[in-house]
């Protein structure tokens, strides 16, 4: 045990920090896979190596971490992996903005092996800041997804779908970027307002209104409203394609906006979705008039080659030339952009593989799971409900895991690989076995890979043990905690994927985290010079103010818009805990031997446990609900206010004394302190760890399980909290009668006639007097005492009077002072008493003695001042 002279007067994070780091080993926090005990498995998000943890992850590894910490408090087999989701787009571009190149330009095995080097040295970087911050990550289960063990997973996952019929490819349009030279999906377009110019032009005879000129070559149609009265006599006509020449046809559909530019518009393959819609609709023919690298294709003619912005200026060029461009007007207009590089989307058909979304069914198990907070199922149930084309899985990429299949050269039929050889890469390896439809031994291998999110769709199946034989032996997971940005991409994809293949949903329940912001409110952005990482905070205020300021933030599921003040507030709270802590250590330390099991018997220590018993049911409430603001909230109120500015002001002189009482409440102190660290040490380990180090006498706080203290007392709550209430009245006469807080006050009686109280000198004590309870209705004489006279009232109305009106008054009987008469006798002449002219005061006595008296609600407090 440390003697408290050793407790240093200042709490030192940054040493606190160092120290428990190098005393906690990883296997403290494994999943055990022979446990007896409740397992709780979080199937926690793989961050996407970029080699720097944001404030977002630490906020998201703060919720999951005091979650892992208190389950494991609470009895359960607890499993917190740790993935890293290693594939996609922005380890591709990082690599090709290093090296200089493109992906083109060195082998496909050269290009992966790059963005393989990147991504391992990105997670070590990563993982050396998850382990600063203190999570409690169970480093047996990390998992990297592309290791081999786990992307065979998904190539499994990929093949069971494929022959479940949930998979196919097919040539339909998708979402595609020009830039990164893929297809994308849906979930992956992020849109933003510009603007754009509508051109006018002259089509055959017909004005059109179109903002993509350069798509004119791949018209297919011209489309007006049936119920458009300038057009209904020429649907069905058949007109030429200016500068193109190629003819086509005058259709009508109700989806025309007859009042957007003349009413008539050309259907391109493809401008946008619509026209996809309408191409599918109406069977039309398709034109390719991009190439999959943004270029103008062999249909345009003379535009061949031309990017679609040197097109675009071209057309227009030769309309104005040829004298059919009749007017422009710049309008406002969404754009999809690509999430990863912001080059607008377009639309191109192409073959790809898609996954069957079946949304009734992924709401069906969304609806079934328990949703923290609840309303974010609804922004499942929207996205669900608008989904209008499947999920495009293929991607034209490289770093992803390889689509593993093969096509026959001869016959042209897919050849898949044994489950037993996975993982495989078609582009590499061969079939093992001869075309079954044609002998054919000639192959090739698929290049297209697959979506990154097909790799993290399966994370729950691969923490919970699925090995593609039947149900794994740990499914489901409990809790998926992921942030609500990702809920129609991660959240979404993951049910469908656990439904496609177990028929199940993969989680119990699915807790919700929101963003940070800014200080400014906006989201954090290198151009807005607002972002601030982890590092801005732990570097000056520790790991645990970081952790305070990420619990208490926000409800879960908010928003938090950073603020500096709540991270000071944070660190001046561990300042105030430290010194409530070395002041128990002295306190406790002093009592020989340190009583253990005696339950107190004086009314302020039975009064502090059972509020330490009502503030522990209530955090305990707020952890089984994922509500950790409000569990810290209540921890660090019940800490500042109950314990340190009530209680232990109220019992700081038992303390100090030699009464036998003390004991009582050195028990009382030592209680709390533990159930405090306790509590808090899911929120703040490193701090609560340092204080129970000292307290227990080297314990360590990761081995005690969670608050198993109650303790109901209703009368020592009333009388506890009448004390404490008594106290702010006599401090509140002390200040207003112009006293010291602690100048003694004389003989205080207070009555509460229903009941006896028995303080045990506590309040006598902390107010300095002597203090009498009487279990009686007070006996107290009152009497008129002097008269106080409103000087402005009877000056202004009496004048020269005066003097003689209050020297008549100061002679009325106590009947007539405290209920003025209307006239009364001045200087032999009945005179009228103004409304107001005095007041009158009212002594008290108790056998004679004068007191002062104050009430608290009914309860009558006499102080006869020595
Ligand atoms: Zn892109
Ligand atoms: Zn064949």
């Not at 893929?182 to 209104?209: K, M, P, Q, R």
């Not at 042209?412 to 079954?436: F, N």
């Amino acid at each position: 045990m440390s003697l408290p002279e050793e407790l240093p007067k200042t709490y030192d994070f940054a040493a606190v920090e160092k120290r428990w780091l190098a005393e906690w080993n990883d296997t403290d926090f494994y999943f055990d896979t022979h446990s007896k005990k409740p397992q709780y498995i979080i199937d926690t998000p793989p961050p996407y190596p970029t080699g720097k943890l944001h404030i977002g992850h630490a906020l998201n590894w703060v919720y999951m971490d005091i979650i892992a910490r208190y389950k494991r408090m609470t009895g359960f087999n607890v499993m917190f992996p740790q993935g890293w989701d290693c594939h996609g787009l922005p380890t591709e571009v990082k690599v090709e903005e290093t090296h200089n190149i493109t992906k083109n330009d060195v082998s496909r095995e050269e290009f992966r092996r790059m963005c393989r080097e990147l991504t391992v040295e990105n997670i070590e970087k990563m993982r050396q800041s998850l382990r600063t911050m203190g999570f409690s990550v169970d480093w047996s289960n990390e998992y990297i997804t592309m290791e081999p063990y786990y992307y065979a997973k998904t190539q499994l996952s990929f093949l069971r779908m494929l022959k479940d019929g949930y998979i196919y490819q097919d040539e339909h349009p998708v979402n595609y970027c020009t830039r990164c030279e893929t297809a994308i999906a849906f979930a992956e377009v992020s849109y933003y307002e510009g603007t754009t110019l509508l051109n006018f032009f002259d089509f055959d005879g017909l004005e059109i209104a179109t903002t993509r000129p350069e798509l004119l070559a791949a018209c297919v149609a011209v489309a007006v409203h049936p119920d458009d009265d300038r057009y209904k006599e020429i649907v069905g006509k058949i007109l030429r394609v200016p500068i193109f020449g190629h003819e086509v046809t005058i259709i009508a559909d109700d989806a025309v906006d007859m009042n957007f530019g003349s009413g008539a518009v050309m259907i391109c393959t493809f401008g946008d979705k619509t026209d996809v819609f309408w191409w599918k609709k109406h069977h039309l023919p398709l034109r390719k008039a991009l190439s999959t690298k943004g270029t103008m294709t062999a249909i345009c003619g003379k535009y061949e080659g031309m990017t679609t912005k040197d097109c675009r200026a071209a057309i227009l060029a030769d309309m104005k030339a040829l004298g059919i461009l009749k007017n422009q007007k710049q309008i406002d207009q969404r754009v999809g952009g690509c999430w990863r590089c912001k080059t607008p989307i377009e639309i191109l058909s192409e073959r790809q593989w898609f996954v069957r979304v079946k949304g009734d069914e992924i709401v069906k198990a969304a609806r079934d799971i328990k949703w923290y907070p609840e309303h974010m199922l609804q922004r499942l149930e929207n996205w669900a409900e608008q989904m209008e084309w499947d999920w495009c899985i293929s991607r034209q990429r490289l770093f992803a895991t390889p689509i593993p299949v093969w096509f026959c050269d001869k016959c042209g039929e897919m050849i898949l690989p044994d489950e037993a050889d996975l993982p495989i890469d078609p582009t590499i390896d061969k079939p093992k076995h001869a075309c079954p439809k044609c002998g054919g031994t000639s192959f090739t291998g698929e290049t297209d890979v697959l979506d990154t999110w097909m790799d993290s769709s399966i994370t729950d199946l691969h923490v919970t043990g699925w090995n593609g034989s039947g149900m794994p032996p740990f499914f489901p997971a409990q809790i998926r905690p992921q942030g609500h940005d990702i809920i129609r991409t991660w959240a979404f994809y993951t049910i469908l994927r656990s439904m496609a293949l177990l028929g199940e949903k993969p989680w119990d329940g699915i807790l919700i985290n929101g963003m940070v912001l800014g200080e400014d409110g906006f989201k954090m952005s290198k151009s807005r010079g607002n972002v601030i990482g982890p590092e801005d905070v732990m570097g000056p205020y520790g790991v645990d103010a970081l952790r305070q300021w990420a619990a208490a933030g926000s409800s879960t599921g908010q928003d938090i818009q950073f603020n500096w003040n709540d991270v000071i507030a944070a660190s001046r709270f561990q300042t105030k805990m430290w010194n409530i802590v070395r002041f128990s250590l002295m306190q406790i330390n002093k009592e020989s031997p340190v009583p253990e099991t005696n339950a107190p018997s004086t009314l302020l220590d039975r009064w502090m446990l059972a509020n330490l018993s009502h503030t522990i049911a209530e955090v305990t409430d707020a952890m089984e609900n994922y509500l950790f603001d409000k569990g810290l909230k209540l921890i660090r109120d019940f800490a500042w206010n109950v314990l340190a500015d009530e209680y232990l002001e109220l019992v700081k002189g038992r303390l100090y004394s030699t009464e036998p009482d003390r004991a009582g409440a050195v028990y009382t102190l030592r209680t709390t302190m533990d159930a405090l660290c306790t509590m808090l040490s899911p929120y703040i380990p490193f701090f609560a760890q340092e204080c129970y180090h000292h307290l227990s006498g080297g314990k360590r706080i990761i081995d005690h399980p969670w608050v198993d203290f109650s303790y109901t007392d209703a009368d020592a709550v009333r009388d506890g909290d009448l004390i404490v209430r008594i106290v702010g009245v006599l401090r509140k006469y002390k200040h207003d009668a112009g006293l010291a807080l602690n100048s003694p006050l004389g003989e205080i009686t207070i009555y509460t006639p229903s009941h006896n109280v028995d303080d045990a000198g506590d309040l006598g004590r902390t107010v300095n007097g002597t203090v009498v309870w009487k279990a009686e209705e007070p006996a107290l004489e009152k009497k008129v005492g002097d008269v106080v006279f409103n000087k402005g009232i009877v000056g202004k109305t009496l004048r020269g009077k005066a003097g003689a009106f209050m020297a008549a008054v100061n002679a009325l009987s106590d009947a007539d002072k405290i209920t003025p008469p209307a006239t009364i006798l001045v200087d032999g002449e009945e005179t009228a008493v103004p409304e107001g002219a005095w007041t009158t005061s009212f002594v008290y006595s108790v056998s004679g003695e004068a007191v002062d008296v104050i009430m608290v609600d009914d309860i009558m407090i006499t102080i006869q001042k020595n």
